[in-house]
């Protein structure tokens, strides 16, 4: 394991608003001004590298990862050294000028490969906790925070999340929000081979965004959801990100393939209708991880759906390791899986 090297497991903030106004929701966080969107990546340290909207929501690449806004919810995961939770006020503010308050808070993240490199609120979880404990308004009383287990004891998924009494929904798909969830999985020891497909040629000559297109095809992304349209961004040497539209869902990949702290996440939202058994192999046939979490959080706590994860990887050399299981305000249950490879090649 590298001393130092770039963080890849990424911090993940979901804020979900409302208003009285139904005209709002037509366009709501949408209407933000990209100035005022530089403006908050800012706060957290980064910027947009590429952006993509449809009729549903606008997706952006970030130097550190993705944001995804949507008329009542915003979605930003960050990677690196940056300060996400410090995009809470900023974002909360523009919400308001627009007739928008927040309703709920959610922020996960796993462990980080180097934590000693996190600068303040991001140096523990205690840290992190009395950040948003401090910073949410009061309205979003009904607050837990965990920290859900492995059998390894550097491999945690940490879950906040603060709802007030009025509940949103989700409308997606024209599924109920107990078929919906989503699927945060965590990769790291990537295949060293399958892993140098994320460097660029010296000198190639390419934007990011013809670099980022052919990593796409040549690595079978673009084959987890075909229907998804591909907004893709590669990075100078190495590194790799993409964001996923398809109707109202959003999918996104981020890839660090440098050897001693490779990591690559893939994150989704999905039904339990859908075909997750072709996802999950695919994005394991991508990567071969020497070791993946998946965590899943939904309104419905399904054994069958942890029966077809399994059961998709671990013909592909992934055993179960653990799982844990956990309830949050507002009927969400959090599901932690974490897998190991039964063999690794050299």
């Not at 770039?6 to 979901?14: A, M, Q, T």
């Not at 906790?129 to 287990?149: G, Q, Y």
């Not at 990075?235 to 393939?257: K, R």
Request: charged share 20%; glycine share 6%; proline share 5%.
């Amino acid at each position: 394991m590298a001393v130092s090297g770039f963080e890849g497991f990424e911090k993940r903030l979901e804020l979900h608003f409302f208003g009285d106004d139904p005209i709002i929701f037509q366009l709501g966080l949408r209407k933000i001004v990209f100035e005022s969107i530089q403006q908050v990546l800012e706060a957290v340290q980064c910027t947009v590298v590429s952006a993509v909207g449809n009729s549903y929501f606008d997706a952006y690449v970030l130097s550190e990862s993705s944001l995804f806004v949507y008329p009542t919810k915003i979605i930003i995961k960050t990677c690196g050294t940056t300060q996400l939770l410090k995009s809470i006020l900023p974002l909360i503010h523009y919400a308001n000028q627009i007739g928008l308050t927040l309703c709920s808070c959610r922020y996960t993240r796993g462990s980080f490969i180097f934590p000693k490199a996190q600068p303040f609120p991001h140096t523990s979880f205690n840290d992190e906790v009395t950040f948003l404990e401090d910073t949410i308004p009061s309205n979003l009383c009904h607050r837990k925070a965990s920290i859900m287990p492995s059998k390894s004891s550097s491999h945690s998924w940490h879950v906040f999340t603060a709802h007030s009494s009025i509940t949103h929904q989700n409308h997606s798909h024209n599924h109920s929000d107990s078929d919906i969830f989503t699927m945060e999985i965590c990769m790291t020891e990537l295949d060293p081979i399958l892993a140098r497909k994320f460097f660029r040629r010296p000198g190639d000559g390419k934007t990011g965004d013809s670099a980022g297109k052919e990593m796409t095809e040549l690595t079978g992304i673009n084959e987890i959801n075909p229907n998804a349209f591909i907004c893709d961004f590669a990075f100078d040497p190495c590194g790799y990100s993409m964001n996923g539209m398809d109707n109202d869902w959003y999918s996104t990949i981020h890839v660090t393939p440098e050897d001693g702290f490779s990591y690559a996440s893939f994150e989704c939202v999905g039904s339990v209708n859908d075909n997750i058994v072709h996802v999950l192999r695919k994005v394991v046939q991508i990567f071969r991880p020497g070791t993946m979490s998946i965590s899943t959080s939904s309104s419905d706590y399904s054994n069958e759906m942890l029966k077809k994860m399994v059961n998709a990887v671990e013909p592909l050399g992934l055993k179960c390791r653990s799982r844990a299981v956990d309830r949050f305000p507002a009927s969400e249950t959090v599901v932690f899986q974490t897998f190991t490879a039964r063999r690794r090649s050299v």
